[in-house]
C-alpha cells in the first residue's frame, strides 16, 4: 500500500514569519493530495488539496506545490499567526473515491 | 461538505465488553471509512465500508475484532470487541463529498 512521510514531526516559528511541511509519497498511482489541520481535541479538516494535474495550488495564506516526478509535495502557510497553531497532517489517495492514507503529522506553534 | 453525526462522542468501557460507533451522513455516499487515532498519533485507515457487500481491512485489522455494518447509502456502525487497554484510541468515520473528505467528530474511547 501506500506510504506516506511528512516532515518535521514538530516546527516552531515567529508569528509573521512562513512555515513549510514537507511529505513524500511512495505510490507513482496517487493522484489525490489533501491537507487537514486538526486543533487539539477537535477532528481533523480539510485546509487545501491538489490533484496531480495540476504542480500549485493557492488559497490566500496557503499553498501546496506538488512535484510528481520526486514524488513530494509540500504545504506553505505565509504570515503565521497564532490561530495557525495546530496539528497538519498530509495524504494521498490512488483515486478519489478511495481510501487515503495519512503523513506522521506536523505539529505546527505559531509565537507570538 | 457532508455533514457527519457520530456517536457516542466519548465512552469509558470495561475490558473485555463490546462498543458500537454509529455514523449518520445528511447525504447518500457510496464508501464511509473507518480511522483510528491513537493519542498524539496520526490516523490510521481501519476498513472500507461499502454498502451491499462486506468491508475491506486494512493490514492488521480483522473483522472478528472490528465489525462493520453498512445497512445503506447513509449510515455506518463500527463495532469494537472484546476490548482491551490498548483499544483506547479515537475512532472516526469519513466520507467523501463535493469539496473532498469529511470527518466526523470523532468517538474518544477509553478501556479500563
Known amino acids: 500500500g501506500e506510504n506516506v512521510e511528512q516532515h518535521p514531526s514538530t516546527l516552531s516559528v515567529q508569528e509573521g514569519d512562513s512555515a513549510v511541511i514537507k511529505c513524500t509519497y511512495s505510490?507513482?498511482?496517487?493522484?489525490?493530495f489533501p491537507w487537514y489541520k486538526q486543533e487539539l481535541g477537535k477532528r481533523p479538516q480539510l485546509i487545501i488539496d491538489?490533484?496531480?494535474?495540476?504542480g500549485e495550488k493557492k488559497d490566500q495564506r496557503i499553498a501546496v506545490t506538488l512535484n510528481k516526478t520526486a514524488k513530494h509535495f509540500s504545504l506553505h502557510i505565509t504570515e503565521t499567526q497564532p490561530e495557525d497553531s495546530a496539528v497538519y497532517f498530509c495524504?494521498?489517495?490512488?483515486?478519489?473515491?478511495?481510501?487515503?492514507?495519512f503523513g506522521t503529522g506536523t505539529s505546527l506553534t505559531v509565537i507570538p | 461538505s457532508a455533514v457527519i453525526s457520530q456517536k457516542p462522542s466519548r465512552d469509558i468501557c470495561q475490558r473485555g465488553t463490546s462498543l458500537t460507533i454509529q455514523c449518520q451522513v445528511d447525504s447518500q455516499v457510496t464508501m464511509m471509512f473507518w480511522y483510528r487515532q491513537q493519542p498524539g498519533q496520526s490516523l490510521t485507515l481501519i476498513a472500507t465500508a461499502n454498502q451491499g457487500s462486506e468491508a475491506t481491512y486494512e493490514s492488521g485489522f480483522v473483522i472478528d475484532k472490528f465489525p462493520i455494518s453498512r445497512p445503506n447509502l447513509t449510515f455506518s456502525t463500527l463495532t469494537v470487541s472484546n476490548m482491551s487497554p490498548e483499544d483506547s484510541s479515537i475512532y472516526l468515520c469519513s466520507v467523501e463529498d463535493t469539496k473532498g473528505y469529511t470527518f466526523g467528530s470523532g468517538t474518544r474511547l477509553t478501556v479500563v
Open positions: 491538489i490533484r496531480s494535474n495540476v
Open positions: 505510490d507513482s498511482a496517487s493522484n489525490y
Open positions: 495524504a494521498a489517495s490512488i483515486r478519489t473515491g478511495n481510501q487515503f492514507y
